[in-house]
């Protein structure tokens, strides 16, 4: 740990604090409100009024900020405005903070390679993922951002492919039902006289039709296609 981080902790509150290094600030379980209030605004103070440390202040006052979700309101433009900082700034450190847990921060990496892998996944297996790599392939910040880019590029490529997928596959099926409809009324004359055997064994032959004609109709009247979740669990 440095040493103005070291006299930053010094700096803290005697209680509410469960722990506090250069990456976070762990804070107690059971801290009421106004002792909440009153350790961010010790914070927004000591961000305002230091000069060094910034990525740990800004990293604490996250910390602090998705504490305060969790249990009060928060405060981010009043603080940010206190701590001298842009609100966005805690805007994108409370949502790093609440999404990589002081526990799952990793100690041979800086606070920004943390927020480059926290603003960009929120699912803790990738995020752990991400933070693993770096540390293993010593990734610098701008590195690491570079690889996240070109995987999160990647991914829409592949999206959008699938997505094109999905529309020609429709595209296909529903002109050979337009090819059905279009033989029907052709033939209409023709089917108007089956007899009710033969009427029986149509039906059989067209009931993937029929299903198919239900399962729209209940998607239109529910808005969604998807199916049931024990389906979807299958």
């Known amino acids: 740990m440095r040493t103005d981080v070291q006299q930053l902790v010094a700096e803290l509150p005697g209680s509410g604090i469960a722990h506090a290094d250069r990456l976070g ?3 107690a379980p059971h801290l009421d409100q106004v002792e909440w209030r009153g350790l961010v ?8 009024t230091t000069t060094g440390a910034r990525q740990t202040l800004t990293a604490w006052l996250g910390d602090a900020l998705a504490y305060g979700e969790i249990r009060y309101h928060g405060r981010i433009t009043t603080c940010a405005s206190e701590a001298g900082l842009e609100p966005g700034t805690l805007r994108n450190a409370k949502m790093v903070c609440s999404r990589i847990p002081v526990s799952c921060r990793h100690d041979v990496l800086s606070w920004t390679h943390h927020c480059e892998v926290g603003l960009a996944f929120a699912d ?3 995020i752990e993922q991400w933070l693993a790599l770096a540390e293993r392939e010593k990734l610098s910040t ?5 690889r996240i880019r070109a995987h999160i590029a990647g991914r829409r490529q592949d999206q959008d ?9 429709a595209f296909q099926l529903m002109r050979e ?3 059905v409809c279009r ?17 029986r ?3 059989q032959e067209v009931k993937p039709l029929a299903d198919f004609i239900d399962r729209l109709r209940a998607c239109a009247l529910k808005g969604s296609c998807a199916p049931p979740r024990d389906i979807q669990a299958n």
């Open 25 to 27: 600030l762990a804070l």
């Open 142 to 146: 701008a590195g690491l951002r570079k």
């Open 41 to 48: 605004t010790h914070l927004a103070r000591l961000t305002r």
């Open 183 to 199: 033989m029907l009324d052709q033939r209409r004359d023709i089917w108007k006289r089956w007899a009710p055997g033969t009427v």
């Open 201 to 203: 064994m149509a039906l």
């Open 177 to 179: 039902v337009r090819a």
């Open 161 to 169: 492919a699938a997505a094109h997928s999905g529309s020609v596959e």
């Open 124 to 126: 803790p297996a990738e």
